[in-house]
């Protein structure tokens, strides 16, 4: 029987000799490649966690002994050590989520998934434990080097430093790498530390002689081992900087010898105190398409195969963000001006072609969406155009930065939101479902949501005109929508898309969901109800030919995969009530709730964003009572009605 296969909870592991444990690491590897090359999901930074995770469970315990990762795509180890070993469903509806998640154990205490905000979780409960008298348990946080380009980070660690009667550990897995290889100050210190010839020699050197010599020398050199540890680092003035703080540090420490890590992790424990351990890792451990891979080195993976690492059945479409890279490629040749900005994320944006293109014009500042913000407004300020190429969910950290730096100085900026509305596979935190909500508010924005890749690339040039406004340009996960033309497009760039003799029904598609929307009035004008399709193109602000046609009309429907609440329907009803209109509205969207991890169809279906749900809900409001559904044998696509339906005269 393998070893994994006898753990349940961490406890299980207190009975294992080192030998076993290292055995255990093995069996976990190949767990992960063996079940994440079946379903995707974040294999580089588990692979690169094993060990570390192992120990931690070993000496802590969990959950009397909170542990929060930051970030949770690191957690896959953990959920193993803790009883969830059916991987079957990861990242799919009913299985295990891709990141800590309460609902699934008592040991997930924070649903972590946005970076440097762990060790603001870890100062509060660790505040909690020490003053309601619980001093018996320790807090745990998990911080990957990438989390400390952010600035929340040196935040929380100047106020753990405010109060050290408490038992906090903060383990710093640094592997040199966030998404991609980790940027900045912090990132070349960290370096210097873990790439220290000196360091490295001394360190292996000393631990292989005194194990060497047997139980005796090794309990010698654990004694040494501390401040040898401490010349070290004085010698590389990595101490001095945490020294600076008022708070221990220990290390660096291998972060796969788990003997070292738990000597380390025991000694931690001990401090009686907030102490950093600070443990070098190697990102995609034990697995050589991952650590052959330059990009990301595995960071997160689709189906691929387990031997080679290549990707299995991926898409055969063009991906939003590749239509964005090659347009941002083609601006910047033409406008000097146009400076790339992107937080820790260069490759999934698209910002990577840009970088190679004009290395001296991207600035990736880590993970520092607000940092990001600020700075493209001084940028602007200098006579530059930025655009901040960011996940749409992200852009809920730099708000207070749009708002009062970008958007108050009339800086002009141009956000492109990648992975905008639902996502999928990642879940509630990853969902970019609030940015059209959230943003709208901020006075003289401009918001763009492109249908298709010509779309995309015509409003992104149209974005970068404008010097007195922030802009945004948004689009989804996965690969562009089929080319969607217009039949017309009106003076002010709405674009017509379908248009019917009878003006019943006006339908708002904002962005891809014009698709959906054309989908829609097919099925309308089959049961003789007229409908007219528009694209917005610039969601925010709202047309005046918007208005135009909805008082024409007799209902307006919008449809937007961001949340209903405060979103683009909401802004068309309250300009259309301004304007004197009372053509009713229906605002189509997603509910104002935290959307479980499932596939893209399974969400947009439950949010009743379907063509054949809402056709059928048109027809009951233009009728006023619901007609029964009857599909014809074999057709679960279509909305068929049991009989025509057709405004007279009468039901206006």
């Keep these: 029987m393998a070893i994994l296969d006898t753990i349940s909870t961490p406890r299980d592991l207190d009975g294992l000799s080192i030998e076993q444990l290292n055995e255990l690491a093995a069996e976990i590897r190949a767990f992960l490649v063996d079940n994440v090359s079946r379903t995707g999901g974040h294999l580089g930074p588990n692979l690169g966690a094993v060990e570390l995770t192992i120990a931690l469970h070993r000496v802590f315990d969990s959950p009397h002994d909170p542990v929060i990762f930051d970030t949770g795509h690191q957690s896959y180890v953990h959920k193993l050590l803790t009883g969830r070993q059916n991987f079957s469903g990861l990242r799919s509806r009913g299985g295990l989520a891709g990141y800590p998640q309460r609902s699934e154990s008592v040991h997930d205490v924070v649903e972590s998934s946005h970076a440097s905000s762990s060790l603001s979780w870890a100062d509060g409960v660790s505040r909690a434990l020490s003053r309601t008298g619980r001093r018996d348990r320790h807090v745990v946080a998990v911080v990957g080097d990438g989390s400390l380009t952010g600035g929340m980070t040196w935040e929380a660690l100047n106020n753990i430093t405010d109060d050290n009667d408490r038992n906090l550990v903060i383990i710093v897995n640094d592997n040199g790498r966030s998404y991609a290889p980790t940027i900045g100050g912090m990132a070349r210190f960290l370096n210097r530390v873990r790439t220290t010839e000196g360091y490295e020699t001394l360190a292996r050197g000393s631990a292989d002689l005194f194990r060497r010599l047997g139980p005796a020398a090794r309990a010698l050199y654990r004694g040494v081992r501390g401040g040898t540890h401490g010349f070290l680092a004085r010698f590389i003035n990595n101490e001095a900087l945490y020294s600076n703080l008022d708070i221990k540090y220990l290390g660096p420490v291998d972060g796969h010898d788990l003997e070292a890590l738990i000597e380390t992790l025991e000694l931690a424990k001990s401090h009686g105190a907030p102490v950093i351990v600070h443990a070098i890792t190697e990102k995609g451990r034990g697995y050589e398409p ?60 698209g910002m990577l072609p840009f970088a190679q293109r004009f290395p001296e014009r991207v600035y990736d500042v880590g993970i520092a969406e607000q940092h990001a913000a600020a700075s493209a407004a001084g940028l602007a300020f200098g006579g530059l155009h930025p655009v901040v190429a960011i996940y749409a969910t992200f852009m809920n950290r730099a708000f207070d930065q749009v708002m009062m730096d970008v958007a108050l100085h009339r800086a002009g900026v141009t956000f492109v939101l990648d992975r905008a509305g639902v996502t999928g596979p990642d879940g509630p935190s990853h969902h970019g479902m609030w940015d059209l909500a959230m943003l709208q508010i901020v006075p003289h924005i401009r918001i763009a949501a492109p249908r298709d890749a010509e779309r995309l690339r015509e409003e992104f040039r149209e974005a970068v005109q404008v010097e007195d406004a922030p802009t945004v340009i948004r689009f989804p996960k996965g690969d562009v929508s089929p080319d969607l033309p217009a039949i017309e497009r009106l003076a002010d760039g709405v674009d017509v898309l379908a248009r019917s003799d009878a003006q019943d029904v006006l339908i708002i598609g904002i962005g891809p969901m014009a698709h959906l929307a054309m989908d829609v009035a097919d099925r309308l004008r089959a049961q003789g109800i007229g409908a007219t399709v528009i694209d917005p193109r610039w969601a925010i602000p709202v047309q005046p030919s918007i208005i135009d046609l909805a008082a024409s009309h007799r209902l307006v429907i919008t449809i937007e995969d961001g949340i209903r609440v405060g979103g683009i329907g909401t802004r068309v009803r309250q300009v259309l009530r301004e304007s004197g209109v009372d053509t009713a509205v229906d605002e189509l969207g997603l509910p104002d709730e935290f959307i479980d991890h499932a596939s893209r169809d399974q969400i947009l279906e439950d949010a009743g964003l379907t063509a054949a749900k809402i056709a059928q809900d048109v027809v009951s409001q233009v009728l006023g009572t619901r007609i029964p559904v009857a599909r014809p044998s074999g057709d679960d696509s279509s909305v068929w009605l049991a009989e025509p339906a057709r405004l007279s005269d009468a039901d206006s």
């Design 290 to 349: 991952a650590r052959n891979d330059e990009a990301d080195q595995f960071h997160a993976v689709g189906r691929i195969d387990p031997v080679t690492g290549e990707p299995l059945g991926g898409g055969s479409g063009t991906a939003w963000t590749d239509v964005f890279a090659e347009e941002l490629v083609a601006v910047g040749e033409e406008r000097p001006e146009i400076i790339g900005m992107t937080a820790a994320m260069l490759r999934p944006t």
